[in-house]
């Protein structure tokens, strides 16, 4: 803006931002940026920035849509052969999280502090399933409101261990997170290495520190964290439990993630809807008499577990539920092996096929046996075959010292 200082015509400029910052009216409109989200959504980034809003502009809500889309998929990629996985926000019920000075609180609230912080839990307690669906919950806001905290970005604790700067391993995590979605924008390391938002942080969501298989391997990896400034990340990593000395300590709060309380009628439910039972309220309350009567409850209390007991209780109506965690484990087994060579499903129509181009099935299914424990993940193999857990992806990242990306099948080791 040009003012003139004086009658002889000597002037001055004043810039936009200096009229912007001095003008209490704009301020004020600033900081309700509901009233004022239907014009900022017609603004590119560029003139966000410009403006200095604190607004989703359309590269960081495309973003978050994707994220979020990848977030509702189910963590547990080895669903029984047939059924298809319901969206995680379907069928996830709440947790609560215990802290390791005071009372428990909603899991949901462990995300939503200001600093950063640790979440353990045992396998298969719903570790992956809330920050996926904390992940869901913030972008869903954002997008529909145009505010919001920090804005999350979900990872893998393996793509830290390699040896480059944090945004390049948050964008290699996130570019092989939104390939299955179909993602047809990259998000390089620079859109990461910046404020997402004027004022606002990154809200990473670490996943799976306990994969990264070597102990000094995993020390890096938090050295790595704690050694970020917190003016434009915050960290919340999830774990199993882990020695002291390869977690966080000062200034990196530690909270327990807590089984199913008495949710699990609700859990059967959602799933059963989801599987498309007639009357999944009838069902689930089934379901929970019968859990009680094979004293499983405690057990069924682990989301993984639930989950498979869900899956038999409605694909085999005929047989009781199992005992004890090594039947699951081994009835669950049978079910895999049951759909997946199916004459309708799973590899069996693809296994071979003839001359004219006809699937021929071979006449007996490979057997499955069990080895090792059963207790907390179980590693089963086909005869003659190497004595090392299955996987189902070949997908290994960040080398043979760090797992994969979501490669267990669900029920052997699989991360909820």
């Not at 000062?250 to 909270?255: E, K, L, Q, T």
């Amino acid at each position: 803006m040009l003012v003139y200082s004086n009658e002889r015509g000597s002037a001055h400029m004043v810039s936009a931002a200096d009229i912007l910052a001095a003008d209490p009216r704009v301020r004020s409109a600033q900081a309700d940026l509901a009233a004022t989200a239907g014009w900022l959504s017609t603004l590119d980034d560029r003139q966000l920035r410009a403006g200095g809003w604190a607004y989703p502009g359309p590269r960081l809500r495309a973003f978050l849509d994707l994220a979020a889309r990848a977030a509702r998929q189910h963590p547990y990629p080895g669903v029984v052969p047939g059924v298809e996985p319901p969206p995680l926000d379907t069928v996830y019920v709440g947790q609560r999280a215990m802290p390791t000075v005071g009372s428990e609180a909603p899991a949901t609230a462990v995300l939503g502090q200001d600093g950063d912080c640790v979440l353990v839990g045992g396998p298969g307690v719903g570790k992956s399933s809330l920050l996926r669906h904390g992940l869901l919950e913030a972008a869903r806001r954002w997008l529909e409101t145009g505010t919001g905290g920090a804005v999350p970005v979900r990872m893998l604790a393996a793509d830290l261990v390699a040896a480059r700067p944090l945004p390049e391993a948050i964008a290699a995590s996130v570019r092989a997170d939104l390939d299955p979605v179909g993602s047809l924008t990259d998000f390089p390391a620079e859109f990461f290495a910046a404020e997402p938002l004027p004022g606002a942080r990154w809200l990473v969501l670490v996943d799976g520190l306990d994969e990264v298989l070597d102990a000094d391997r995993r020390r890096t990896v938090v050295r790595k964290l704690t050694a970020v400034p917190g003016d434009r990340y915050r960290f919340v990593v999830a774990t199993r439990p882990l020695a002291d000395g390869e977690l966080p300590k000062a200034g990196w709060p530690r909270f327990e993630l807590l089984p199913l309380a008495a949710g699990l009628t609700g859990f059967a439910e959602r799933w059963f809807a989801a599987l498309g039972l007639p009357d999944p309220a009838a069902s689930a309350a089934g379901f929970t008499r019968a859990v009680r009567y094979t004293s499983l409850a405690e057990l069924a209390r682990t989301p993984l577990i639930a989950t498979m007991l869900c899956q038999l209780f409605v694909l085999r109506p005929e047989r009781d539920l199992p005992q004890g965690r090594a039947g699951v484990y081994q009835s669950f087994v049978d079910l895999l092996r049951e759909r997946r060579f199916a004459a309708d499903g799973g590899i069996h129509p693809s296994w071979r096929r003839d001359s004219n181009g006809t699937a021929t099935p071979p006449s007996t299914p490979p057997p499955i046996s069990p080895i090792g424990s059963t207790g907390c993940s179980g590693a089963w193999r086909r005869p003659g075959t190497p004595t090392t857990p299955h996987r189902r992806s070949t997908c290994w990242r960040a080398g043979p010292a760090s797992c994969a990306r979501r490669t267990y099948p669900m029920g052997f080791g699989d991360r909820p």
